[in-house]
């Protein structure tokens, strides 16, 4: 463990990879540009401390970093829970490899957590809007969170790229890495409790979405599988095969959520005529998984989601990773 013997951060930042630190540069350039700097912590895991070894010079300024070993990454769940049972700050913000910050970001969630939220959550923009596919995926996403929104109460916030009260997160102990894996349904939990949600829109962060069809097709019925199955993991059979019989009117009611959604863009967003055939086939993909979740749990697709969660770039443009470096704080 590395950091300065000064007192607690404010928030501490995790970011996971199966690999190594290379893959996370691009995310520690936003976070190195962060008007807080000072008051953060970085977390870094990965399969060994010597893979997510970070240069001095993309760590200086921050308030310290830990480097945290878990063996191989095959659940982006497991590794963040790790991450945040090591975490030093009271806020702990769950980032990722291809979410870019504002610089804004951190000094905004922080402020936002001195109300009674137990998780804030950011506004989301689209950070490689040059496809249709990139569109859908982001709609689907990131509908209700999409830049400009306002500030207040929600009913769930971004997965991945939210940010908790530690205290909280750790009241589920060994329950905590299942209750990561869908944080809709970690946020739906939070509420049953009694917690509150609530939505900073002066957070805001770019997010890289799935651009072509051979990738994103896959993680919606992933996506939709590792969804079911987390939300059903208590549940009797008799629910379970009630959700299942319902699962075929899952594509109709998202999909006219999305397109309300949508409408909050105006011009921003291509034409809905152009979005809709691909928005469809889509919400298609994500209902058959959340069938085959309710039935069967999640099965494998919690390793498979985390195949594609990591190295977006893999699944976009060769053009969108190029804007992308060109974009980022130097």
Not at 10 to 17: C, D, N
Request: charged share 20%.
């Amino acid at each position: 463990m590395e950091g300065r013997f000064t007192p607690e951060p404010a928030l501490s930042i995790v970011l996971a990879t199966p690999d190594d630190y290379e893959s996370l540069r691009l995310t520690m350039r936003y976070l190195g540009a962060q008007t807080v700097r000072e008051r953060l912590e970085i977390l870094l895991v990965g399969p060994t401390e010597d893979a997510i070894r970070a240069p001095a010079s993309d760590l200086a300024g921050f308030w310290g970093h830990q480097r945290i070993a878990v063996g191989p990454v095959t659940s982006i769940s497991r590794a963040n829970a790790a991450a945040v049972r090591r975490a030093r700050a009271p806020l702990v913000a769950l980032a990722e490899d291809h979410c870019f910050p504002e610089a804004g970001w951190a000094a905004a969630l922080i402020a936002a957590h001195e109300g009674p939220w137990a998780v804030v959550g950011p506004a989301i923009r689209n950070a490689n809007p040059a496809t249709v596919v990139s569109w859908c995926d982001f709609v689907v996403g990131y509908g209700p969170w999409m830049d400009p929104v306002e500030a207040g109460p929600a009913p769930f916030l971004p997965g991945h790229n939210s940010c908790y009260k530690k205290a909280i997160l750790l009241e589920y102990g060994t329950r905590l890495e299942d209750m990561l894996e869908a944080e809709t349904v970690l946020h739906f939990d939070l509420r049953r409790r009694g917690h509150q949600l609530g939505l900073a829109p002066a957070a805001r962060a770019a997010h890289t979405n799935f651009a072509l069809i051979a990738s994103w097709l896959p993680v919606m019925y992933h996506q939709g599988r590792v969804f079911g199955g987390s939300r059903a993991r208590e549940w009797g059979p008799g629910r379970r095969l009630l959700y299942a019989g319902a699962s075929p009117l899952i594509p109709a009611v998202r999909l006219w959520r999305c397109l309300r959604e949508m409408r909050r863009l105006g011009r921003a967003a291509p034409s809905p005529v152009r979005l809709v055939p691909m928005l469809a086939l889509g919400l298609i993909m994500d209902g058959a998984g959340q069938m085959m979740g309710y039935l069967l749990g999640a099965g494998r697709s919690v390793e498979r989601v985390a195949r594609y969660e990591f190295h977006r770039f893999r699944h976009v443009p060769e053009t969108d990773r190029r804007a992308a470096q060109a974009a980022a704080p130097r």
